[in-house]
Structures are given as C-alpha cells and as structure tokens.
C-alpha cells in the first residue's frame, strides 16, 4: 500500500519561510519523479515545482521561481520544498505527488502523477 504524507505547513508572516516535506512509503521512490502541486480557494490545482527521480532535472512555476527549492533524499525516501520570501498569494494546500513512468522528466501536469497525499495548508498573512 502506498502512502504519501506531507508536513510542515502552517500560518507565517508575509516574507517568512517553510520548509514542506514528504515522506512515502510503498513505492521505490528512487524511481519515480516527484512533484509538489498547490490548491488555493477557488482555484484550479497548478504544480509547483518538479524533481527527477535523481534530482538531475527540477521545475518551478514562473511565480515561484527564485523563492522555492525542491529537494530530495531518495536514502530517505523523501521530497522537500523550501519556500522563502513567502507571500500572500502562496496561500494553497500543497500537495505532494509521484510519477513513475518517465521518472527522468518533469511534469507540470496533475494527470501524469500516480500517487497523492492529502495536503499540508500554507497561510500567507500580509
């Protein structure tokens, strides 16, 4: 059975940091890409940031790009976000998601991902 578990959100001042991570369980996670997908109210879900199966290749959405660095420690089977210079349009429920085929690309796209936790919520105050 496959588990994936994010931690690490919570409320913080514009212009503070986070760090989210994800562990799993159930899954080789040295073989799949990893990715981090966010949710805000009324919105449609839109990914993050992406990281290879060996860290060789990420992505960054446009609007995070410079602030956020995704991570991973495949002896611990475990992905992470670093979120800095947060503000309040990162306000979302983050989601952490895997995809084994193709596990040497990223992808933007939620269909590609296999497997899903049910969040961690981040709130920006101004």
């Known amino acids: 059975q496959v588990e994936v578990v994010e931690s690490g959100g919570g409320l913080v001042q514009a212009g503070g940091s986070l760090r989210l991570s994800c562990t799993t369980s159930?899954?080789?996670?040295?073989?799949?890409?990893m990715a981090w997908f966010r949710q805000a109210p009324g919105k449609e879900r839109e990914g993050v940031s992406c990281?290879?199966?060996?860290?060789?290749?990420?992505y960054y959405e446009a609007s995070v790009k410079g602030r956020f660095t995704i991570s991973r420690n495949n002896a611990h089977n475990t992905l992470y976000l670093d979120i800095n210079s947060l503000i309040p349009e990162d306000t979302a429920m983050y989601f952490c998601?895997?995809?084994?085929?193709?596990?040497?690309?990223?992808?933007?796209?939620?269909?590609?991902?296999?497997?899903w936790g049910q969040g961690t919520q981040v709130t920006v105050s101004s």
């Open positions: 998601a895997a995809k084994k085929f193709f596990a040497d690309f990223c992808s933007s796209s939620s269909e590609a991902y296999s497997y």
């Open positions: 159930g899954l080789n996670f040295d073989r799949y890409a």
């Open positions: 990281i290879t199966d060996r860290s060789v290749t990420t």
